[in-house]
Every structure is written in C-alpha cells, then in structure tokens.
C-alpha cells in the first residue's frame, strides 16, 4: 500500500474506487451525496442510477463500472451511520478478487471510512494495510 497526498481524480490509475453506502433514495437514485462517492456522481452522473440498480438487484457489495474506470466500496450499510471496520475489511478483500481477476496495476482509492465515516485513519490503516499491496494508492 502506497500513500498520496493529492486528489484522487489526479492519480494515474487502471481503477479509482470510491467509498459507497448501501441505501437508495425514493428518486431511485443510489445515495451519493458526500466525499468521494459525491465527486464520482459529478463526474459520471449515469453513476447514482446505474449503482442503485445494483444496489436493489444484488445488495450493498463492491461493483466494477468498466465504462468509468470505477469501483465501488461498501463501507457502511445507510448513510447515516458511520462505517462499519469489519464491512470495509470484507470490501476490501472482495475488491482485491477484483482487482486479480481484471489484472488492474494501480489502484487509487480515498482512505476507506475515514472522513464521512467517522473513523480514523489511527483506527482503519492498522486493519487495512496488511491486506493492500503497492498496487493500491490510498490518496488523502
């Protein structure tokens, strides 16, 4: 695991991941209203639709969107609590499968459940640094 002060859109990278919830407003929309999943929503706004459907259809689990270079990362179940540190462990390890499988090499991603989580990255980096290689990025 690599660590970067910069913005995540600004990292060179085979996949971004944003940090996700699991809900879905009324309007049919996957609630993405802050931090990273926020900036992902401005800049592909198909993203909030196509996520909720997967959100309805599957459950709240780790997504690939090819089209946008993009992967989703469950760390809470409703947005208004804060992240859950054995849901990002199983995130993290369902997106490293992912990872594998389509061979991505570098991997920007925020620091999962910090922020708008409520967590720290004191409390997260402990539990999520044995499980990411130098592939993954993490940008703050």
């Known amino acids: 695991m690599r660590e970067l002060h910069q ?13 996700t919830n699991g809900q879905v407003r009324s309007d049919g929309l996957a ?11 401005q800049r592909f706004p198909e993203l909030p639709r196509l996520l909720a459907r997967r959100l309805n259809q599957h459950g709240n689990h780790v997504y690939l ?7 989703t990362l469950p760390t809470k179940d409703d947005w208004r609590n804060p992240s859950d540190p054995a ?9 490293i499968r992912l990872v594998d ?13 910090c922020g708008n989580g409520g967590l720290t990255w004191a409390e997260v ?3 999520v640094e044995p499980l990411l290689d130098d592939r993954f990025v993490i940008v703050s």
Not at 7 to 19: E, F, N, P, R
Not at 87 to 95: A, H, N
Request: charged share 20%; aromatic share 8%; glycine share 6%.
């Open 31 to 41: 609630v993405m209203g802050r931090g990273s999943a926020l900036q992902a929503a």
């Open 65 to 71: 969107f090819p089209e946008f270079r993009l992967a």
């Open 101 to 113: 499988r389509e061979q991505f090499h570098t991997v920007a991603m925020p620091r999962p459940g």
């Open 87 to 95: 849901l990002i462990v199983r995130s993290l390890q369902r997106l």
């Open 7 to 19: 913005d995540l859109w600004s990292v060179q990278a085979d996949l971004w991941v944003v940090t």
């Open 125 to 127: 980096r402990p539990i």
